[in-house]
């Protein structure tokens, strides 16, 4: 009787102790989750907090080095003022967009409301391979067929192609595949019941879309545009590569053909030519604090007005009535004011008699199509936007294929297992990029290995661990300002917390920690949605037989969101792979020498090509530049083709 009493006690003590230390567990696992979700918050305000410390003191008064017309810090008198940088900022982000947006809005419309599934399945895999293509391989095609057309072809100001022109090309190509995709979510967003109320009441489909689903979705269009703003602003390599960084203002000011330079640029050419603590080393973190605040504020309002969407299509059907008859209201004041607001716009960049004579084609034109447009059939209106929208697809995919092309056809010469398994040699214009590949290699096993559990563990707190509320909307928050930042920030980041601060020097452990913390939103945002598609009724189940809440994550619900969490991790190597700026300021070297410890400098190939490119005289480096180009292109593109795969293959098998 005692022996079974005590054996009794024993199972009760035994009973006792696993419940503890399963709640002991429970809550040391959710602690590590919390500290992964917040650590993004943590990364913005330590950009922004060593950037101002950085900044101090500006060599020269906050409006002088806001609205100097001249920036000199070299010479025998230096000068501070970056108003030519920020004219050049604004003029190529805004040649970008008005080469981008026509472009990206007719190819999401066509996506979203034309294409068949079929052809949906091809083009949409295309315009995000556009996005897979790193920035230094669009200006080494920028640098080396685009501007030389300009030099050949358009007689430029100071005789080069390296222009403003040559940039707006090349960011408007850069900035479709973002205003597509988001612009297409907007358009799929908008409830079916809107287009069939529409036609049921006998309008064609040109009408159902252009007065009922794009006006819908305004909102979200809006936002797409501004998140290209920011893409177009924070860019760095492909500006810094064909727009000839000269800090000057364009006389006049519309003159495409001049060279121009960027706040971005000036950041990717100076930081490590200056003496640390100099004049001139602060005012470029003042540049950077300026950039951060730039790109921090058109990401916001990106973040808030697709904030606003999510609460619209949440509401309830008579509020969403009421708003869509606000927007009814307004977007028939922007009709009426916008013509007149485009007319005053090119009038006032019309500083000579050529660019009198475009505005008044322009108005013209646009009279001419008021009229024209009155006098023809519904149906007739409809073939002729569909075959715009048509052409808008057709462009954005032949730019792609050109680009492709000319990547394939001037590196596949130099491809060879030669290339592929030498050491460079005679400064790159032999031998090969086994050294860059190793390099590259490192740099992306290291940051993936920091923040893939950072990413996965951020997403597992906010969707299984905490409500919709303040704080979960103050992470995300963070981590798409995160995602927003421009890379020669996190480089200025590194460089000074990393390199200068840490002492860590110019070295392989700064490179890959500072690339860890660009990926970190890109795999939180895809765990997010990888385990938001697992039904909740899973979870329930799991928990009624008596699971606790870790046990259910790891054995029930992490499984089936695996290929998820996979696909954002594959996305995270191929923007780690192809980024260029923030290696520059922190780990590579253009060396053929391998690293004997994560303290020493590596090369990787996007700065390998950079430097062949753009330093290295002589047709041989040309040759090996499209070489290292076409092995960059194959290695990226082949990432993220297979995150679409897994993307696509993951969406069939879901059965729920």
């Known amino acids: 009787m005692r022996r079974e009493k005590s054996e009794n006690m024993e ?101 979203s409301e034309i294409a068949t599934p079929r052809i949906r399945s091809i083009i949409k895999p295309a315009i995000e391979l556009l996005a897979g293509i790193p920035s230094v391989v669009y200006g080494f095609f920028g640098l080396i067929m685009l501007t030389e057309f300009i030099e050949e072809n358009m007689n430029p100001t100071y005789g080069h192609g390296e222009t403003l022109l040559a940039g707006s090309i090349i960011l408007g190509i850069m900035a479709i595949p973002t205003i597509t995709t988001v612009a297409e979510d907007a358009l799929n967003a908008v409830p079916k019941e809107y287009k069939e109320g529409s036609l049921a009441m006998g309008a ?14 305004l909102s979200g269009i809006t936002a797409a545009i501004i998140l290209g703003i920011g893409r177009a602003v924070g860019e760095t390599m492909a500006v810094l590569m064909v727009c000839g960084n000269a800090p000057i203002i364009p006389d006049p000011i519309s003159n495409i053909f001049s060279p121009i330079r960027t706040l971005t640029s000036t950041l990717g050419i100076e930081p490590l030519e200056v003496a640390f603590g100099s004049p001139w080393y602060h005012a470029l973190f003042g540049i950077a ?60 960049f019309s500083y000579n008699i050529i660019g009198l004579i475009n505005t008044a084609i322009l108005t013209l034109a646009y009279l001419l199509y008021r009229y024209i ?30 680009i492709l092309y000319y990547i394939v056809s001037n590196g596949i010469g130099a491809l060879s297992w030669e290339f592929i398994s030498q050491p ?20 992306v096993i290291g940051a993936i290995a920091i923040s893939l559990p950072i990413g996965v563990g951020a997403g597992i707190y906010l969707i299984e ?34 390199v200068l601060y840490l002492n860590f020097g110019f070295s392989l452990i700064a490179g890959q920690i500072t690339l860890a913390f660009m990926i970190i ?70 060396s053929s020498i391998m690293p004997s410890s994560i303290f020493e400098p590596v090369n990787a190939l996007p700065y390998h090509m950079f430097v062949l490119a753009t330093s290295i005289p002589g047709e041989e480096a040309k040759i090996a530049a499209g070489g290292t180009a076409l092995v960059l292109l194959l290695f990226v593109i082949g990432f993220y083709s297979v995150a679409i795969i897994l993307r696509n293959r993951f969406k069939k098998k879901m059965k729920w």
């Open 11 to 111: 199972k009760e003590k035994n009973w006792i102790s696993r419940f503890f230390s399963k709640k002991i567990k429970e809550k040391g696992i959710k602690g590590l989750l919390f500290i992964a979700a917040i650590f993004g918050i943590l990364i913005i305000f330590s950009i922004l907090f060593f950037l101002l410390i950085e900044s101090y003191p500006l060599p020269t008064n906050i409006w002088d080095f806001l609205l100097g017309d001249k920036w000199n810090p070299a010479g025998s008198t230096p000068s501070y003022g970056t108003l030519p940088l920020i004219v050049g900022t604004l003029l190529v982000t805004l040649g970008a967009m008005v080469i981008a947006v026509p472009l990206s809005i007719g190819s999401a419309i066509f996506i």
């Open 204 to 217: 064609t489909r040109w009408q159902s879309i252009s007065r009922v689903i794009v006006p819908s979705a």
């Open 289 to 348: 604090v300026l950039l951060l605040i730039i790109t921090l504020i058109v990401n916001v309002s990106a973040v808030f007005i697709l904030g606003k969407i999510k609460e619209k299509h949440m509401k309830s059907r008579k509020n969403k009535k009421k708003i869509i008859k606000f927007s009814e209201k307004t977007i028939n004041h922007i009709k009426k004011y916008f013509r007149y607001i485009i007319i005053l716009f090119l009038l006032v």
């Open 465 to 498: 661990y905490k409500k919709e509320g303040r704080i979960t909307k103050i992470i995300r928050t963070a981590a798409d300002l995160l995602n927003g930042t421009p890379s020669i920030v996190f480089g200025l980041f590194g460089l000074a917390f990393f």
């Open 521 to 590: 939103p890109t795999i939180l945002r895809t765990t997010e949605e990888a385990l938001r598609s697992v039904p909740q009724s899973i979870r329930e189940g799991s928990l009624a037989l008596g699971a606790t809440k870790w046990e259910t994550i790891r054995r029930v619900v992490l499984p089936p969101a695996a290929p998820g969490i996979l696909t954002g991790a594959i996305l995270g190597i191929g923007r780690a792979a192809g980024e260029t700026a923030p290696i520059m300021l922190t780990a590579v070297t253009f």
């Open 424 to 443: 460079a040699r005679d400064l790159g214009r032999q031998g090969g990029v086994l050294t860059a590949i190793i390099g590259t290699f490192y740099l």
């Open 373 to 402: 447009s009155k006098l023809l059939s519904e149906k007739i209106k409809e073939k002729f936007a569909f075959s715009i929208l048509s052409l808008s697809v057709s462009l954005v995919i032949g730019v792609l294929v050109i």
